[in-house]
Every structure is written in C-alpha cells, then in structure tokens.
T-cell receptor, first 115, second 112 residues
Framework: DTEVTQTPKHLVMGMTNKKSLKCEQH?????MYWYKQKAKKPPELMFV???????INESVPSRFSPECPNSSLLNLHLHALQPEDSALYLC??????????????FGQGTRLTVV | EDQVTQSPEALRLQEGESSSLNCSYT??????LFWYRQDPGKGPEFLFT???AGEEKEKERLKATLTKKESFLHITAPKPEDSATYLC?????????????FGRGTSLIVHP
C-alpha cells in the first residue's frame, strides 16, 4: 500500500476563517512533507517533519502552521490566509535517510480557494 | 545550487509516435533521481527511482535511463491516456538534505 490520504479534497475559505488540512499514511514512513503547488508550476516545499519533529520550514508565513500529532498524521492549520494562497496543497511521505527506497509518495491534494 | 531542467516544456504527439523527455541536472552527490506523473488537479504519482549512471527502469510504455548529467524518459507508442505532466526530481547526498528538488515538468499531450 503506497497511499497517502488527504482531506478535504476541496476547501473554500474566507480570509478571516480558520481551517485545517489533514494527511494520513500507514506506510511506516517517518518523514512527512507539505508542498504548495500553483498552476503549471512544480511543487514547492513548505515544511518537512522527520520523526515527528519539524526539520525544515522553508520561510513559510506564520498564517500556515504545521502539526505532526503522531507518525501517521500530518496537519496544516490555516488562519488569515490571502487570496494568493489559493493553490493545490500536497502532502507526501517517505522513509528517512539518503539510501535507496526513499522516494516520496504524494496524496491527491487539497484544492484550496481563499475568497 | 542544485539545478533541475526539464525539456521540452510541452510536447504534443500522435498516438503511437514514440519520443523522449529530458531531465538534466547539476547536483553534488546525487542520491536518487525520481520521475513522477501528474494529472491535472491531482498529486504526483511515483514512477521510477534511478540511483546510478547506466541504470534503466521500465514500466509499461515508459522507460527511464540515467547518465551522469541527465535522465531520459522514453515513451514508446504512447496512448492518449499517457497525457499528463511528467516531473523529474533529484535528491542531494552528502552534506545536503534528503529533500527532492523538482524540475518544472514536461506537459505531454497524446492525440488519438
């Protein structure tokens, strides 16, 4: 099973709303990632968790707040977003390390629209 | 700085017309080159990992190859369902992180 599950699939939120994106995997992966993808652009890394600890934050604005409650779950809390934050948000997971079999597997994404 | 360049940016083929997509890279200590397929509005789907020059991987009509400077994704006798964006990513090794760096992708359209 190489499935990463993201919910919701679509989300429309106002600029004053608070919402959360959720991601779950049961592959035993200990690295989990959030990416943002705009139309016709490659995925852009936002955060990386390794062994449930935040290891990389790519200078993402504080209106995005990640959380890793356990080794299978990853959340992205959203607050006071701007219309330019509208994008496809992708979760991915992989084994940790630099050896083989550390390819990342992606979820189907959450299409976020900020109005 | 790591660089991943994919070409062409867009490719239109007739069904059955074989072709190749290119991914050239500059990275110190390559620890894996990955190919993904992405359909519109969906997450990238993992296709292949290549680790060393000379390595080849195949899956149905797709074959990926790797040299010290680039990788090719060969598509043999493509079908319309092969239409998608194909993304290449590389991962650094010693001294760097294990995070993949993505190219901008090649948008492939196969006409029936």
């Amino acid at each position: 099973d190489t499935e990463v599950t993201q919910t919701p699939k679509h989300l429309v939120m106002g600029m004053t709303n608070k919402k959360s994106l959720k991601c779950e995997q049961h592959m035993g992966h200990r690295a989990m990632y959030w990416y943002k993808q705009k139309a016709k652009k490659p995925p852009e890394l936002m955060f990386v968790y390794s062994y449930e600890k935040l290891s990389i934050n790519e200078s993402v604005p504080s209106r995005f707040s990640p959380e890793c409650p356990n080794s299978s779950l990853l959340n992205l809390h959203l607050h006071a977003l701007q219309p330019e934050d509208s994008a496809l948000y992708l979760c991915a997971s992989s084994q940790v390390g630099r050896g083989p079999h550390t390819e990342a597997f992606f979820g189907q994404g959450t299409r976020l629209t900020v109005v | 700085e790591d660089q991943v360049t994919q070409s062409p940016e867009a490719l239109r083929l007739q069904e059955g017309e074989s072709s190749s997509l290119n991914c050239s890279y500059t990275v110190s200590g390559l620890r894996g080159l990955f190919w993904y397929r992405q359909d519109p509005g969906k997450g990238p789907e993992f296709l292949f990992t290549l680790y060393s020059a000379g390595e080849e991987k195949e899956k149905e009509r797709l074959k990926a190859t790797l040299t010290k400077k680039e990788s090719f994704l060969h598509i043999t006798a493509p079908k319309p369902e092969d239409s998608a964006t194909y993304l290449c990513a590389v991962r650094r090794g010693a001294g760097g992180s294990y995070i993949p760096t993505f190219g901008r992708g090649t948008s492939l359209i196969v006409h029936p």
